[in-house]
């Protein structure tokens, strides 16, 4: 263990059901491995349901609604993916503009597989060079991205992977953006 992320507190944001589970475990643990404190926040209180992809898995308790929730009090954004999560996320928004604030704040952000569909809905995503799931690089690119197929893409706080396999290169360098703290051009896109 070390103590990269001593003192910082990191959202993992997700919705009440469809995230992929090792998506959320994984960068989880790196966060506490790491020192830091990582807090699960969603949509609605209670519980959520995870997925191994399209079968149900392990159900995890919310520690804050996001409504009640402020970027300020975060260091770091962590977004899992899953095809329902984000598809879900982006619909609420709430949770949309939760999302935006860390961009306009400057903070590190992290979105695996499907999860940048949230940050597309964000509109944080122009002039951006990241990565995804395959099949939303047309969604990303008609938001300006630039989308790119690489195991980990970072851009000024920024850092995205494409799937599950890519999950020790997301979670290393979500650690080092996190530790490194804000990022001025982070709010360029916001």
């Known amino acids: 263990?070390?103590?990269?992320?001593?003192?910082?507190?990191?959202?993992?944001?997700?919705?009440?059901?469809?995230?992929?589970?090792?998506?959320?475990?994984?960068?989880?643990?790196?966060?506490?491995?790491?020192?830091?404190?990582?807090?699960?926040?969603?949509?609605?209180?209670?519980?959520?349901?995870?997925?191994?992809?399209?079968?149900?898995?392990?159900?995890?308790?919310?520690?804050?609604?996001?409504?009640?929730?402020?970027a300020g009090d975060y260091d770091g954004l962590v977004l899992p993916g899953g095809v329902a999560n984000p598809d879900f996320l982006r619909t609420d928004k709430t949770a949309v503009s939760f999302i935006g604030d860390f961009f306009r704040q400057q903070k590190p952000v992290a979105a695996i597989c499907h999860a940048p569909w949230t940050l597309v809905e964000a509109d944080v995503v122009r002039g951006r060079r990241l990565t995804s799931w395959p099949s939303l690089q047309t969604d990303l690119r008609n938001a300006g991205a630039e989308w790119v197929d690489e195991k980990v893409v970072v851009d000024n706080g920024l850092v995205t992977s494409r799937k599950p396999d890519d999950l020790p290169d997301f979670c290393s360098k979500m650690v080092e953006e996190i530790a490194e703290g804000k990022h001025s051009k982070q709010a360029a896109g916001a």
């Open 1 to 70: 263990m070390t103590d990269r992320l001593a003192g910082k507190r990191v959202a993992f944001v997700v919705a009440p059901e469809g995230i992929e589970q090792v998506e959320l475990t994984e960068p989880w643990r790196a966060v506490k491995d790491a020192g830091g404190t990582p807090e699960l926040l969603s949509t609605q209180p209670g519980k959520v349901q995870a997925f191994n992809h399209l079968d149900k898995a392990d159900t995890f308790g919310v520690d804050k609604v996001i409504a009640d929730a402020s």
